[in-house]
């Protein structure tokens, strides 16, 4: 069967917050450390100790919004051991992540530097699990306040004269696991008092995100609701896509067998219903939906690779991870009247990366295409489309073969993105296109697909999964006649 849509160009659905495109660097492996930062005296191309490869590769996807320090590492961070002269700075020992020796040579002034870099906003978790609310005030006065006062010299003293702008401050990290271990009435009380102290100084507005749920936790979501939205600007959602079991093992980014790529589709669409149902929760509290959805932790999560520190959370990148990204996008984009940002899981050589090193060598991952592919639909007004695909089955289950979203840009230009998850079907699917001059409209097309399920990009072979010019559609009248790839990711573009 042919698949049917409807593109309704003229139905505006709300606005896609570039910030749904947002990444997280965690104090985690390599992804700090090797990752992004090199140390100035590196013969690695850098500035100020920052890759230059990997700022270079992230403003061409356009990051809008960059999460640090953590995750778990967050709440054991202490800010005032990562400021001040590097060889003065305390060493401590990353108990989370691999048992590695951190030396703090990256903290907030090399953190505000990068995003400077990058032309992003910083998005800083506190610390509320070991921390004290006076470190956690401390800290935004340091960064922001602009006067006289003993945070404000203090940095002066440390080579920095402005304060920097601030929006984005999360109050705690996983407080229900690796940040404490609380109740979420213990938690939302604790989230009051610190969030008290977190101040707008000098006009610069703080965006406070409270540390919300783990994946289908609903009864976290009531209780910080219902006890705390008039205190917060966003609320948290974390949701790994894993094909295995957490514990028992998760399965392999590479030569994972062909019923786990059904599996891990089905886990992703899976975050459609868990934005719905805290969604409903939500909406009971806050009806104007005032308060963002920040889901600043998702995608795969893997067994990592064999003979890496199991700490360490390496994985490879297939073809897999593209699509799991662009069926993530395409919810997220469903629910942008309530979801303001999200932050993949992360950024440089761990989890879900958008690009993994190895020494002076730097590789794009099917993932980065996937976000360098879609950055057109950055703050672009959300379009209906409705699809009616047929089912992609396996072993006695079925899941849409078809996911889709489409917006328009400030100019009127209308950007469909589609993905094929069956692994081995191809879809052709009709468009028909209402709400547009078709009338000279002219399309074209991008793709990214490969012919194994395991298709990844290498040091040897970084091109192997790259985006290509897409030719296998039609456009007669108001029908766009669409031909999609096995396991294949499209962006259409009508103008």
């Not at 440390?158 to 109050?171: C, D, I, K, Q, S």
Request: negative net charge.
């Amino acid at each position: 069967m042919k698949h049917q849509a409807i593109l309704n160009s003229d139905i505006e659905k709300g606005t896609i917050n570039k910030n749904i495109y947002g990444h997280f660097a965690e104090h985690l492996g390599r992804c700090i450390y090797e990752g992004i930062w090199v140390g100035e005296d590196s013969p690695i191309p850098n500035t100020k100790g920052i890759r230059n490869d990997v700022v270079e590769a992230l403003k061409n996807i356009n990051i809008p919004v960059l999460r640090w320090p953590g995750g778990c590492f967050a709440d054991e961070y202490h800010w005032k051991d990562g400021i001040g002269p590097r060889e003065d700075r305390k060493r401590m020992v990353n108990t989370h992540w691999g048992g590695v020796v951190e030396n703090n040579h990256f903290g907030t002034h090399e953190f505000m530097q990068l995003c400077e870099l990058l032309a992003c906003e910083p998005y800083i978790c506190g610390n509320v699990g070991s921390g004290t609310v006076q470190e956690m005030s401390e800290w935004v006065e340091y960064m922001t306040f602009k006067g006289e006062s003993p945070m404000a010299n203090l940095r002066r003293e440390n080579g920095r004269e402005e304060a920097w702008p601030l929006t984005y401050f999360g109050v705690g990290n996983e407080n229900w696991g690796c940040g404490g271990n609380m109740r979420p009435e213990y938690y939302s009380d604790l989230y009051r008092r610190y969030q008290t102290y977190v101040r707008n100084y000098d006009g610069n507005k703080i965006y406070k995100i409270a540390g919300g749920a783990n994946v289908d936790d609903y009864n976290w979501t009531e209780v910080l609701m219902r006890e705390s939205a008039r205190f917060m600007d966003g609320l948290s959602l974390h949701y790994y896509t894993i094909p295995g079991d957490f514990w028992l093992g998760k399965g392999a980014a590479t030569g994972f067998p062909e019923d786990e790529w059904f599996i891990t589709m089905k886990k992703a669409f899976h975050m459609d219903e868990l934005i719905q149902k805290h969604s409903t929760i939500m909406d009971k509290y806050d009806p104007e939906k005032r308060v963002g959805m920040i889901i600043d932790e998702w995608g795969t999560w893997f067994d990592v690779e064999p003979g890496t520190n199991p700490g360490f959370l390496y994985q490879q990148n297939t073809i897999r991870d593209a699509l799991v990204a662009g069926i993530h996008f395409h919810i997220f984009h469903d629910h942008c009247v309530r979801v303001q940002m999200t932050n993949i899981a992360q950024t440089v050589n761990v989890l879900q990366a958008m690009l993994l090193t190895e020494g002076e060598k730097m590789i794009l991952t099917p993932t980065y295409h996937v976000f360098e592919m879609f950055k057109v639909h950055h703050d672009a007004t959300k379009v209906e489309v409705d699809v009616q695909a047929d089912t992609y089955e396996y072993n006695g289950e079925a899941l849409p073969q078809v996911s889709a979203s489409a917006s328009k840009n400030s100019e009127g230009t209308v950007h469909l993105s589609l993905c094929n998850v069956d692994h081995k079907s191809e879809a052709s699917i009709n468009v028909s296109l209402r709400g547009l001059n078709v009338d000279g409209l002219k399309a074209s097309g991008r793709i990214l697909t490969a012919t194994s399920l395991d298709a990844h990009n290498t040091f040897e072979e970084e091109n192997n999964v790259k985006p290509e010019d897409f030719q296998t559609f039609t456009l007669e009248g108001d029908i766009l006649a669409v031909t999609l790839p096995a396991m294949s990711v499209v962006v259409l573009e009508l103008r």
